[in-house]
């Protein structure tokens, strides 16, 4: 070429919970059944979506209105309905003028993060989604800059390392957290939410808060959204319906922004997302529609606690059935619907095996682990793959150097999730103890 025509962040750009999918393909090509646990889409995992809800979505589709373009923020009624629910309960108050709607919060994020300033910063946890990492990185065009969570402790947020690393870096301007979180599981007390609003306050930050997973809260716990406790600070938070009702294939997500009017900067940047979304014109327009309708419907409430109960016994299914394997660290998942295992220092080499007994698939597991770079996370997921069909993601593909994977609770049937849950118990300790 000429000049260069690649991006300088494009390196950054990885998926590895969708790239493991061409290898789960390919061994399934050569008869090995497979159990998707990589992503995190309950309908592609056999969630029936009720009649009633399917009714609201039929009807809304003889409406003409629905095939037109939607004001660029989103259709007024629906931003209403979502102002309403926002403010009362001591929440930061927003007006509908606080609300873009983007199509899923994918959408939402790559803009997010791709009209800030190219030198500032937003520093993200360690595992994260890495929608928002990669998206970070590749608007600074370098690694992410995070801070751990803290798999010896209920996979919080380390706050003290936290402070430390906005302190001394002064290109950070903005945290986020996803609460709950994605990959862990982890549910944030209110104290923690409120440390963490204290350290933006502090250093003049703002926060993006990943909120997407909120109604989706198990096993006794409590927190709080981050229009609760955000007080004066500056703030975005993203919030969608990929997961809640669920409908991922609806693309549909929105932020709320708390206090842009206190601070200039941060209003002229929000001004410069919605002015990208307005060259963009809009964003799905019958979602905006139904989803008013569906969580006013009469029998959302009982739906919605079904699913959550459901989590919650597999969330109880799986840390039974996995934490008392010697070398691994596992906390329970209390909301969203992930589980992430963490094998402590050491417990993984280059010598590790399962047993296989295809020699096809034996020999493209071994080409696979032949790359002399792979990290042993990677290697253990290729075996546990070939030999026992499970397909998680490498713990490493999650913006972490720390060791291990990440697995969905999203199994509708309760005996495949036992079997699959007992398979992967016996594939951990074989691994583990194969050298
Ligand atoms: C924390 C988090 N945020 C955002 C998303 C993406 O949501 P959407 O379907 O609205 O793009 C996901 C999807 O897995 C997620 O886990």
């Known amino acids: 070429m000429r000049t260069g025509i690649v991006h300088i962040g494009a390196q950054e750009l990885t998926y590895e919970i969708r790239n493991i999918i061409r290898v789960a393909d390919k061994l399934q090509e050569l008869g090995v059944p497979v159990y998707l646990e990589n ?61 873009i709607f983007f199509n899923g919060l994918g959408d939402a ?14 520093i993200t946890p360690s595992p994260t989604y890495t929608t928002h990492s990669a998206s970070e990185a590749a608007h600074a065009g370098l690694p992410p800059v995070c801070y751990p969570l803290d798999p010896h402790n209920h996979w919080y947020p380390d706050i003290h390392e936290l402070r430390r690393r906005v302190k001394y870096n002064p290109a950070v301007a ?34 993006i808060a990943d909120e997407i997973y909120h109604n989706l809260v198990y096993n006794g716990q409590k927190t709080e959204m981050l229009a609760a406790v955000i007080g004066e600070v500056p703030a975005i938070s993203m919030k969608g319906i990929s997961k809640e009702l669920p409908w991922p294939g609806s693309r549909c997500g929105w932020i709320e922004v708390y206090n842009a009017q206190k601070n200039s900067q941060f209003e002229t940047y929000i001004q410069s997302i919605l002015s990208a979304k307005m060259v963009e014109v809009c964003s799905t327009t019958l979602p905006q529609k139904a989803f008013p309708c569906i969580l006013e419907h009469p029998e959302y409430p009982a739906y919605l606690e079904k699913r959550r109960l459901r989590y919650e016994k597999f969330s109880q ?51 696979l682990v032949s790359d002399p770079h792979i990290q042993p996370d990677k290697r253990f997921v290729y075996y546990l793959l070939a030999a026992t069909g499970i397909c998680v993601v490498p713990l490493t593909s999650f913006n972490t150097s720390l060791q291990g994977f990440r697995l969905t609770l999203l199994e509708p049937d309760e005996d495949c999730f036992n079997k699959m849950i007992y398979t992967l118990r016996n594939g951990i300790k074989d691994y583990i103890n194969a050298y």
């Open 174 to 207: 903005g945290i986020l957290l996803i609460n709950p979180d994605n990959p862990t599981g982890a549910v944030f007390p209110e104290s923690l939410l409120k440390e963490i609003v204290d350290i933006a306050a502090e250093f003049d930050l703002f926060i």
């Open 109 to 122: 994020i790559t803009k997010v993060y791709g009209f800030l300033r190219r030198t500032a910063r937003v």
């Open 317 to 367: 299914i799986a840390h039974d059935q996995l934490k008392d394997i010697p070398g691994v660290l596992v906390n329970r998942t209390n909301g969203a619907f992930y589980m992430s295992l963490a094998f402590e220092d050491g417990c993984l080499n280059r010598q590790q095996t399962l047993s296989i007994s295809n020699p096809s698939v034996r020999a493209l597991v071994e080409e």
């Open 39 to 99: 992503i995190g889409d309950p309908v592609a995992k056999g969630e029936k979506i009720p009649d009633w809800m399917k009714e609201i979505v039929s009807r809304l589709v003889m409406d003409d209105d629905c095939y037109g373009y939607c004001p660029t923020q989103g259709l007024l009624e629906t931003r209403e309905f979502l102002v309403a629910m926002n403010n009362g309960n001591g929440h930061c108050r927003i007006t509908p003028d606080d609300i």
